[in-house]
């Protein structure tokens, strides 16, 4: 938090730095380029004044401003003829118009500020009037190059002055910012310690009326927290108990009804106990999802410690291939495991992972078709076991991929599934502080890894 105010306090000091700066930098160049104006402005009506004069040496004239300033001077007259030159010529097309403007009289345009990258010559005209008659012109090519260097200088004191203000800025909001929330880093710590599994109150944190009424207020909503987990277990002990007991005594008497059953109503009772498998099917895939949701909560409000538990994963696969082997069979599939490493182990309990496969497995031997390959595989990475199960199927559409581990979502071919194997998957691992991703394989079919804490760890 402390880095973000000190950010936001940077950028809005930054804001009004060069809301002055711009402002002033720009007035500078406004400033210098008017003096400079001015003075050839000056400089180019005594030359007009002189060329008006009759028998002036206007050699002269003009060979001294060129050596005095280094710029370039025309005088013509009326008709345009050259009467004195040095540096200029109205070879020049640009001389050339402008004398052209001069003779007819036309408005001396106005000067743009100079600007510190600008070094080009600027052209400045003044007509030669003899009692009111314009009898010819003078012509100067202003040399901006000094005017600019003395812009860019100014602008380079202007920036430093702002680099040091936004340095003072970022020192002052610092220091703010650490008074402001010495007592909030106080009580992010006691938080961060009861995430880690301290199911009490934070610890006493000493600082104004306004954070000793949020620490009070996070202590209610603690203590609220463990209350609703309690009340949801017992939820879900009371749904098991009282939902499987009338479904189990209406499974007891479709089956007494079978030997009473006419061949007219053989289909009726057969989608009757069809429907029955499913919502006991259903049932207790709910109660495991609950139950998952459970552990994965307690996990994310820091109310559950790391499983004591480890187990390792060769065997408890070799155990579950074993278990689904027939399944494979009778859809000529086969099932294979690759692993690379033995005696690699997670840090769950031997019910969790086998859960974990079963579900994996069993999307994997549903779905993939027949004369297909399911492989199980275990490989270690960062401070983690990816538990892998692919097959070389059909796969899943992008848009589908999205959406596997959504709940109640299954195929738009899939009549039997409950849409709830891959999401309890998922709350499970979330509640071992592991990941689910679901992509295409390598085969081309799809591809369900568990990202698992490795045994020993305290994810």
């Known amino acids: 938090m402390g880095v973000r105010v000190r950010v936001i306090l940077v950028v809005l000091s930054l804001l009004a730095i060069a809301a002055l700066a711009v402002p002033l930098a720009l007035s500078l160049a406004d400033r210098r380029s008017a003096a400079l104006a001015a003075e050839r402005g000056r400089q180019l009506a005594a030359l007009a004044d002189a060329a008006a004069m009759p028998n002036v040496p206007l050699d002269r004239l003009v060979d001294r401003y060129h050596d005095l300033y280094g710029e370039g001077v025309l005088v013509v007259d009326a008709n345009g003829q050259p009467l004195a030159a040095r540096g200029l010529t109205t070879a020049d097309p640009e001389a050339a118009t402008a004398v052209d403007h001069a003779l ?70 610092r220091g703010l910012t650490r008074w402001v929330l010495r007592p909030l880093n106080g009580l992010e710590r006691a938080v961060a310690e009861m995430t880690e599994g301290v199911s009490g109150p934070p610890a006493d944190v000493a600082g104004p009326p306004e954070l000793r009424h949020f620490t009070s207020a996070f202590n209610t909503m603690a203590q609220v927290v463990r209350a609703s987990l309690d009340r949801q277990r017992r939820l879900i002990a009371d749904a098991s108990h009282q939902l499987r007991n009338p479904l189990a005594a209406v499974r007891l008497r479709a089956d007494n009804l079978e030997d009473y059953v006419s061949e007219e109503g053989r289909p009726t009772y057969g989608s009757m106990s069809a429907e029955l498998d499913r919502l006991e099917n259903l049932l207790q895939q709910l109660v495991r999802l609950a139950r998952a949701e459970e552990v994965s909560g307690s996990r994310r409000v820091g109310l559950s410690t790391t499983a004591e538990e480890s187990t390792e994963l060769a065997d408890v696969i070799d155990e579950r291939l074993a278990f689904w082997q027939p399944v494979a069979d009778r859809q000529d599939q086969r099932l294979t495991h690759c692993d690379p490493r033995p005696g690699l182990a997670v840090q769950l309990a031997r019910h969790d992972v086998e859960q974990l496969l079963d579900v994996a497995i069993d999307n994997a031997l549903r779905y993939a078709g027949p004369a297909t390959t399911v492989t199980v595989s275990a490989t270690p990475a960062d401070q983690a076991v990816d538990l892998t199960v692919s097959d070389d199927g059909v796969g899943l559409s992008e848009d589908d991929l999205a959406r596997a581990t959504t709940r109640f979502w299954r195929g738009s071919d899939d009549r039997s599934g409950t849409g709830l194997g891959l999401a309890i998957a998922a709350e499970i691992a979330a509640g071992h502080g592991g990941t689910l991703t679901v992509d295409k394989a390598g085969e081309g079919g799809l591809r369900v890894c568990f990202g698992l804490p490795v045994a020993g760890s305290r994810a």
């Open 104 to 173: 007819v009289d036309a408005p001396a345009s106005h000067w743009a500020p100079i600007m510190p990258w600008n070094r080009q010559h600027r052209l400045d005209t003044a007509g030669i009037r003899r009692d009111g008659e314009l009898v010819g012109a003078v012509l100067i090519a202003v040399d901006t190059s000094t005017a600019a260097r003395d812009i860019g200088i100014g602008w380079l004191w202007v920036t430093a002055g702002c680099l040091a203000l936004l340095v003072l800025a970022a020192l002052v909001g």
